[in-house]
């Protein structure tokens, strides 16, 4: 049996990096390392480590650690960063791509990372064109292999802080998707287990190159997501 992929997490405590903590219980294929701020409960039965640290400590783990992949699901809402532009760019880009460098210095060859659908470098939209700007500088790193995923309005439970046109969004999602064809598919909703599905399964995708995943890409590759053997 092959040893077992070493993959890193950063943004553990989001909504999909909690859904990636859950899919490592019972998984011997890969061995999960998460990378984090502040403490974040562990699924029941998971066989991982985290480790808490400053972001500017986090190349220290990336060195002891030595991941082949790391997925970065890690991004901050507009209510947290206090509706600042600074702060929430802080977080959305800065961090990200500081991650990205620290963890390609240190050996890490595939690197996934959450975007959002309509991302776009030159989008009149602050959110949209922080999101494009962060893709674009990525792909100068030179990853052997880089998967953005770009995912429509997330479904799931998060933690407390949704804006009320987001919460009113989610409830309407299911109606909002079916009039959603043709380009604008790519905005459907789509449950946060779905986009950390894929991201575990494009981590341990071995060909090389730089690939942009929209949703129907996501589901397809959260398809592809071998289930654990039940012996495991």
């Known amino acids: 049996m092959s040893d077992p992929l070493r993959i890193a997490l950063v943004g553990a405590t989001g909504l999909v990096g909690r859904e990636v903590m859950g899919l490592a219980v019972g998984r011997e294929d890969i061995r999960l390392v998460a990378v984090a701020r502040r403490e974040a409960p562990l699924p029941p039965g ?30 901050t809402t507009w209510k947290k960063a206090g509706r600042d532009e600074a702060s929430f ?19 890490a060859e595939r690197f996934v990372v959450v975007s959002s659908a309509g991302a776009d470098a030159m989008s ?3 959110y949209l064109r922080t ?46 998707d079916l009039v959603l064809h043709g ?24 060909a090389a190159g730089r690939f942009v995943h929209d949703n129907d890409a996501i589901l397809r590759a959260a398809a592809s997501l071998s289930v654990p053997h039940p012996d495991a």
Do not use: N
Not at 89 to 103: E, G, K, N, P, W
């Open 46 to 75: 998971a066989r991982m480590e985290m480790f808490v640290a400053e972001p500017d400590k986090w190349g220290e783990v990336f060195e002891a650690v030595r991941p082949a992949a790391v997925i970065c699901a890690l991004g």
């Open 131 to 176: 999101k494009g700007q962060v893709e674009a500088e990525l792909g100068k790193l030179r990853f052997k292999r880089l998967d953005v995923l770009r995912p429509g309005l997330l479904r799931g439970k998060r933690s407390g802080d949704r804006r009320l046109l987001e919460r009113v969004g989610i409830i309407a999602s299911p109606l909002a």
């Open 183 to 206: 380009s604008r598919r790519a905005y459907r909703s789509i449950e946060a287990e779905t986009v950390a599905k894929a991201a575990v399964a494009l981590a341990m995708r071995k």
């Open 124 to 126: 009149k939209t602050f």
């Open 89 to 107: 760019r802080a977080v959305d880009h800065d961090l990200v791509l500081a991650t990205a460098a620290a963890a390609k210095s240190h050996g």
